[in-house]
């Protein structure tokens, strides 16, 4: 009777601990532009690889918001939640490469359901909304170099490590 109950306690614990930490090796889908593997589980981290739209990448650990996963290309590392997801991206149609016109911007967006259309719908539903410094910072760029030099002028460090 004993070692049914002990059997049965370890059973829940296994069920218990499964659910709390997920499947640690599932396979997820890149669902933004440009992604990057950094280092450490900080936007701080250095970039270990980067990441296109459609990458698949095996996730090895969760840690809060950030996964700690092996790209395709066999690089380690950290990735945070937000861009990832389980669906599987498929950028084909039958056995030939679908060929469009659209930017991996458009394509991004399009998985997560937004599109011109959407877009339109909700600007004249919004009449009052100024779209014009949205539009500008769409446009800025930022390199490493540069958002380095910025952090290490502002003196933000990262509890994890990595830059600066």
């Known amino acids: 009777m004993r070692s049914l109950l002990r059997l049965w306690l370890v059973a829940g614990f296994?069920?218990?601990?499964?659910?709390?930490f997920g499947d640690a090796s599932a396979?997820?889908?890149?669902?933004?532009?440009?992604?990057?593997?950094?280092?450490?589980?900080?936007?701080?981290?250095k970039v270990v690889a980067p990441l296109s739209y459609g990458d698949r990448v095996q996730v090895l650990?969760?840690?809060?918001?950030?996964?700690n996963v092996t790209g395709p290309g066999g690089q380690s590392g950290w990735v945070h939640s937000s861009a990832l997801?389980?669906?599987?991206?498929?950028?084909?149609s039958g056995s030939q490469?679908?060929?469009?016109g659209a930017s991996g911007d458009e394509?991004?967006?399009?998985?997560?359901?937004?599109?011109?259309?959407?877009?339109?719908?909700?600007?004249?539903k919004n009449k009052n909304v100024d779209f014009t410094?949205?539009?500008?910072?769409?446009?800025?760029k930022?390199?490493?170099?540069?958002?380095?030099?910025?952090?290490?002028?502002?003196g933000v460090k990262s509890s994890e490590g990595g830059a600066p």
């Open 14 to 20: 296994l069920a218990g601990a499964a659910t709390a």
């Open 133 to 140: 410094w949205v539009d500008r910072m769409e446009k800025f």
């Open 61 to 67: 650990e969760t840690r809060n918001d950030w996964m």
């Open 107 to 124: 394509l991004a967006l399009a998985s997560k359901g937004f599109n011109s259309d959407v877009e339109a719908d909700f600007k004249s």
């Open 85 to 92: 997801t389980k669906k599987k991206i498929v950028m084909s």
């Open 97 to 100: 490469d679908v060929q469009t």
């Open 142 to 154: 930022v390199s490493p170099q540069e958002m380095k030099e910025f952090l290490k002028d502002g």
């Open 27 to 45: 396979a997820m889908s890149v669902q933004v532009k440009n992604g990057q593997i950094r280092a450490t589980p900080s936007f701080l981290g």
